[in-house]
């Protein structure tokens, strides 16, 4: 593999730039990239992408703008493993380095159970589980505890070449840890959003996702729908991720809804999962005045 494979070289910097997540997420958005990318704008000034996860789309758009990436998610310890790349690499290197030398089964599991203070720290045990849990998995109880179990792959770390990149990436970025609302009151015309909402489940009995200790629910969704027409009322474009569901058609009726038919891969580890055979997608294109 090429020392550079995954890396975007930016010449003018002499650094690197990274092109991939540091973070295996569940809907992460890397495989459809090729499906979403080419209804995005080829320019903006802002870049806003509220529902941040391992932000495959932010990696892939790095080029379409010269303004500030406002980075966010309500999910605080992903939020830390963010800021802890941008702000303190080498720190972070170190903790991740007594992370390997220490992985196995049994270190995982006390890890995960370990409540460890301090930005770095967190993080580091934050990458750690998402590299070796069963499949990246990120689930926290009502509790708000780590509960998934381990997924039997030897932790690699970020090396410092890749953290390197990570930190060129995210020089002109805003990490924040605060709610969609929130996120929403700052586009301006001229910017760009990319959102990425937990997806509803299709039916009552199939499972969510508990990215946090707070349910994403319909309501979520309704609010979101109506910031939406917000955004395209202010001349904001905006593009949205989802299921191909009777109530997205309805809640974005008058934006542009393209279908995608793909298999996701977290749910498809669950043969008996309805969601697991067939989930097509949708990308919501708004339309702005
Ligand atoms: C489908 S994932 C985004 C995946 C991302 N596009 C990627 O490529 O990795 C949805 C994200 O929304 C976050 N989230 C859930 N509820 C939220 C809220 N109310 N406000 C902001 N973020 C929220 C979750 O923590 C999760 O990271």
Request: charged letters at 25%; proline letters at 5%.
């Amino acid at each position: 593999m090429d020392l550079l494979d995954g890396l975007g070289w930016d010449a003018e910097a002499g650094v690197a730039r990274a092109s991939h997540p540091f973070l295996k997420w569940a809907g992460g958005k890397t495989r459809l990239l090729g499906r979403i990318l080419p209804h995005m704008p080829a320019r903006f000034v802002d870049y806003h992408e509220p529902f941040l996860g391992g932000g495959a789309v932010f990696f892939a758009v790095q080029d379409r703008f010269e303004g500030t990436a406002h980075l966010a998610d309500l999910n605080e310890e992903l939020i830390h493993a963010w800021l802890a790349v941008r702000d303190h690499a080498n720190e972070l290197q170190e903790a991740l380095h007594v992370y390997a030398k220490n992985d196995s089964k049994e270190f995982y599991l006390r890890v995960r159970t370990e409540d460890p203070v301090g930005l770095v720290p967190r993080a580091a045990r934050f990458i750690y589980l998402n590299q070796t849990s069963w499949n990246g998995l990120w689930r926290v109880n009502r509790w708000g505890q780590f509960n998934v179990p381990w997924g039997d792959r030897e932790f690699r770390g970020l090396s410092a070449l890749t953290l390197a990149s990570l930190n060129r990436s995210l020089a002109r970025s805003e990490v924040r840890c605060e709610d969609f609302r929130d996120a929403l009151t700052r586009p301006q015309r001229g910017d760009f959003v990319y959102l990425d909402p937990p997806y509803l489940p299709i039916s009552d009995t199939s499972k969510f996702h508990l990215y946090t200790e707070k349910r994403f629910r319909q309501p979520d969704l309704m609010e979101l729908a109506s910031l939406c027409e917000a955004l395209s009322a202010r001349g904001v474009p905006w593009i949205m991720s989802n299921r191909d569901t009777s109530l997205v058609r309805e809640l974005f009726a008058s934006s542009e809804i393209i279908r995608l038919t793909t298999k996701r891969s977290v749910a498809a580890q669950n043969k008996h999962d309805v969601e697991a055979r067939e989930s097509p997608e949708v990308v919501v294109v708004g339309r702005t005045a």
